[in-house]
């Protein structure tokens, strides 16, 4: 995995993480590893939960306008070994992105899936309101994005320098973004 390739999924999952958080939810974990990125985070309302789902994407145009932090280069076998903090429950709802989209796990659906699920559930006989849902849902999870994309940088550089988050982790990271943007605002 390159650079570029590792930071992306670390601000694709941070942008998962902050949106459970901020939209009344919980992550308790998230990690980067050799070829893929996981968030756990709770389940949210439909609608919630189906912009957190588009926050991950909506959040890579960040990995072009942010460098990464600069840290010492893991090797393959550490990306492929990290593991999630001990107080990571791993029941919670996944969130995933993949660097090589044919290592997709079994069980495991992309983001975009389950956007397409929400865009089409419920008008099954009318397409032309997925377009229109679609749509909306891009805008809302692009303009989420924008209004928090402090909050996103900053997990992602903790996230891209230690490969693995605990919910604790995150949440300190968010009070003092937080709290700064407060003081400024």
């Given amino acids: 995995m390159t650079t570029n390739e590792r930071w992306r999924l670390?601000?694709?999952e941070s942008a998962h993480a902050v949106a459970a958080v901020l939209l009344?939810?919980?992550?308790?974990g998230v990690l980067v590893k050799q070829s893929c990125g996981v968030a756990f985070v709770s389940q949210l309302c439909v609608d919630r939960d189906a912009?957190?789902?588009?926050?991950?994407?909506?959040?890579?145009?960040?990995?072009?306008?942010?460098?990464p932090p600069s840290e010492i280069e893991r090797t393959a076998d550490e990306l492929t070994n990290t593991q999630l903090p001990t107080s990571t429950d791993e029941h919670f709802r996944r969130h995933c992105a993949f660097a090589d989209f044919d290592e997709l796990p079994?069980?495991?659906?992309?983001?975009c899936q389950h956007v397409a699920r929400w865009c089409v559930t419920g008008h099954e006989e009318n397409p032309h309101i997925w377009a229109n849902?679609?749509?909306?849902?891009?805008?809302?999870?692009?303009?989420?994005?924008?209004?928090?994309?402090?909050a996103i940088?900053?997990?992602?550089?903790?996230?891209?320098?230690?490969?693995?988050?605990?919910?604790?982790?995150i949440s300190k990271i968010l009070t003092e973004v937080l709290h700064d943007v407060a003081l400024l605002g």
């Fill in 106 to 111: 079994r069980g495991l659906q992309q983001d």
């Fill in 133 to 150: 849902r679609y749509f909306y849902l891009q805008r809302r999870a692009t303009d989420f994005v924008e209004q928090n994309k402090e």
């Fill in 24 to 28: 009344g939810g919980k992550c308790t």
């Fill in 10 to 12: 670390a601000v694709h």
């Fill in 153 to 169: 940088i900053a997990v992602a550089e903790s996230l891209y320098r230690q490969t693995a988050l605990s919910g604790d982790e």
């Fill in 51 to 67: 912009l957190c789902y588009a926050a991950g994407p909506a959040a890579e145009s960040l990995a072009t306008e942010f460098d």
